[in-house]
């Protein structure tokens, strides 16, 4: 089992530059979320989704979008970066529904310079 | 708006000791899931604590928790080496806002 696949691993970005991290899952999950991990800050929740076409905001979202076209992606867009933007982002996926742990990808390093 | 403090942040420990990382929050919640991170890595589930008076145990990690005190704990029995690692705990007070997890513990397990 795939579990959540996140690509690319490591990016480096000029400020001001766009992209688009990836995320999918193969477990069926309702629930998605991405996080970003900085030192010393443990995980803050930036968007989530509940379900295919749902999606809302967590606690530092501001520079970020996201969509949910289908049960098993969740893309994450940088739409304009900025240096503050790195930071190593996470998304995970769990049954919104049950009473089960959150899976983490692998894990996206940003450099944003 | 939910509070996750843990201590201590930062541990050093030699091997063959004990003890225990404290995890509090601030609103009332019967989930809880405690979470290790090697460096480098991604985050890889431990204990899932979904009522009052759980406990669980994996090897020399055992996790419970008191909801009516709003704790949980991380006991480590006999630490060994290869438990070093940074330790998460997340709560879920069951709304759509995912999971507040606290800053983590760095944990170093010297020989």
């Known amino acids: 089992n795939a579990g959540v696949t996140q690509t690319p691993k490591f990016q480096v970005l000029k400020t001001g530059q766009s992209m688009t991290l990836q995320c999918a899952q193969d477990m069926n999950h309702e629930y998605m979320s991405w996080y970003r991990q900085d030192p010393g800050m443990g995980l803050r929740l930036i968007h989530y989704?509940?379900?295919?076409?749902?999606?809302d905001q967590g606690e530092v979202p501001n520079g970020y979008n996201v969509s949910r076209s289908t049960t098993e992606d969740f893309p994450l867009r940088l739409l304009s970066a900025a240096p503050s933007q790195t930071s190593v982002y996470f998304c995970?996926?769990?049954?919104?529904?049950?009473?089960?742990?959150?899976?983490f990808g692998q894990g996206t390093r940003l450099t944003v310079v | 708006e939910l509070k996750v403090e843990q201590n201590p942040l930062f541990l050093s420990m030699q091997e063959g000791k004990n003890y225990t990382i404290y995890c509090n929050y601030s609103?009332?919640?019967?989930?809880l899931y405690w979470y290790r991170q090697d460096p480098g890595k991604s985050l890889e589930s431990l204990f899932v604590l979904l009522s009052n008076g759980a406990v669980k145990q994996e090897g020399r990690l055992m996790a419970s928790l008191d909801t009516k005190a709003r704790l949980s704990t991380l006991h480590i029995t006999a630490a060994v080496h290869d438990l070093s690692a940074t330790y998460f705990c997340?709560?879920?007070?069951?709304?759509?806002?995912?999971?507040?997890f606290g800053k983590g513990t760095h944990l170093i397990i010297q020989p």
């Open positions: 997340a709560v879920d007070v069951g709304g759509a806002d995912g999971l507040t």
């Open positions: 989704s509940v379900g295919a076409g749902i999606t």
């Open positions: 995970a996926s769990s049954s919104y529904r049950g009473h089960t742990e959150a899976f």
């Open positions: 609103t009332t919640s019967d989930r």
